[in-house]
């Protein structure tokens, strides 16, 4: 089966930056589009920043200017640099990846288990 593992949540000051990584394994025909979710205790995922194949970007209004994401194809991967970060970015975050098993089958979506991020003043 297809696998996401996210890494490169902890604790930082707000103003401080932390940088998530996720890797993609298993089996994989393609990926699609990547990205980064994030769930805050008591309300919905919502979406953060996504990238195309063809790097491509796409970002929240809350995280424009001071989150960039990013992609290695070769290394089935994709990168969440967060800076100047404040306490309302805290949150688990989840990466997200649209793959094909075969050329046969459609795309669909694989979710990491998430990597917390906590931010204190």
């Known amino acids: 089966q297809v696998q996401l593992t996210e890494s490169g949540g902890g604790l930082v000051q707000a103003g401080g930056s932390l940088r998530l990584s996720c890797a993609a394994s298993g089996r994989i025909f393609s990926i699609n589009d990547m990205g980064w979710y994030r769930q805050a205790p008591g309300k919905q995922r919502e979406l953060v920043a996504t990238i195309t194949s063809a790097g491509n970007t796409n970002y929240a209004d809350a995280v424009k200017g001071r989150f960039t994401i990013s992609r290695d194809n070769a290394k089935k991967m994709v990168i969440l640099q967060m800076n100047s970060l404040k306490p309302e970015d805290a949150a688990l975050y989840y990466c997200?990846?649209?793959?094909?098993?075969?050329?046969?089958?459609?795309?669909?979506?694989?979710w990491g288990q998430g990597t917390l991020v906590t931010v204190v003043s």
């Open positions: 997200n990846a649209v793959v094909t098993t075969s050329s046969y089958t459609r795309a669909v979506g694989v």
